[in-house]
């Protein structure tokens, strides 16, 4: 009942920046967190970023600094700001959301995944 869909990959050279968006659709009642997570053959999915509805924010080793996570929940949005691209942060990226939704029933907590947005870092 919530989808979440993200934009904005591509291929970007080494040391350049990139901005990725998600949005969520669906009726929902507020979101708990919104963040990415970055996925390569043969390796698990890890943390790239996270934020939470008191704004609190977590990043993962590898990109602190470098990245920045925004959100507009107003707009069911979550941005991901990519500073000093590096080959190894080619990865397909996932936009993640969780929170309360409104259903005919009431309420009910959700948990969405993204399809994922190809990033490409590369001379």
């Known amino acids: 009942q919530v989808q979440v869909v993200e934009s904005g990959g591509g291929l970007v050279q080494p040391g350049g920046s990139l901005r990725l968006s998600c949005t969520a659709s669906?009726?929902?009642?507020?979101?708990?967190?919104m963040g990415w997570y970055r996925q390569v053959p043969g390796k698990e999915r890890e943390l790239v970023a996270a934020i939470s509805r008191g704004g609190y924010t977590n990043y993962g080793d590898s990109v602190k600094v470098r990245f920045t996570i925004a959100e507009d929940f107003a707009t069911k949005t979550v941005y991901l700001h990519m500073n000093s691209l590096k080959p190894e942060d080619t990865a397909v990226y996932y936009c993640h959301a969780a929170g309360t939704v409104i259903v005919d029933s009431g309420q009910e907590h959700f948990n969405s995944w993204g399809q994922g947005t190809q990033v490409t870092v590369s001379a």
């Open positions: 669906g009726n929902i009642l507020r979101f708990n967190v």
